[in-house]
């Protein structure tokens, strides 16, 4: 499967604005999707937002619909988080994820997920 290598993140604000990127390598095709998940300290790893590569379509969780925004770019097989509006409740580690080549789904849980990548911390200072 897929290889994953995240960057962006940081402290930010409330109120202000992050980027976060996911590259894949490895054996990458149309045929999959891509996301991101979210971990704060003492709670379980949640879903936040999805890219499927076929057709573009996207997905978002309730707690971020409005304020974040998922993209993907075919010719680096990288996927985009656009972070806007950040809350303190958005700390947490994020983490990438993609499904299985060939499957056509995208990560919506974490049962869904082939690939991981290795996390990258979100603070947000009130």
């Known amino acids: 499967q897929v290889q994953l290598v995240e960057s962006g993140g940081g402290l930010v604000q409330a109120g202000g604005s992050l980027r976060l990127s996911c590259t894949a390598s490895?054996?990458?095709?149309?045929?999959?999707?891509m996301g991101w998940f979210r971990q704060a300290p003492g709670k379980e790893r949640e879903f936040v937002a999805a890219f499927k590569w076929s057709s573009g379509r996207t997905y978002y969780a309730d707690a971020v619909k409005g304020r974040f925004t998922i993209s993907g770019d075919n010719a680096k097989n990288t996927v985009y988080l656009q972070m806007d509006s950040l809350k303190p409740e958005d700390t947490a580690v994020y983490y990438c994820?993609?499904?299985?080549?060939?499957?056509?789904?995208?990560?919506?849980?974490?049962?869904?997920?082939?690939?991981w990548g290795h996390g990258t911390q979100v603070t947000v200072s009130s």
């Open positions: 994820a993609a499904t299985r080549v060939g499957s056509y789904r995208v990560p919506l849980s974490s049962a869904d997920v082939a690939s």
């Open positions: 490895g054996r990458t095709s149309s045929t999959y999707g």
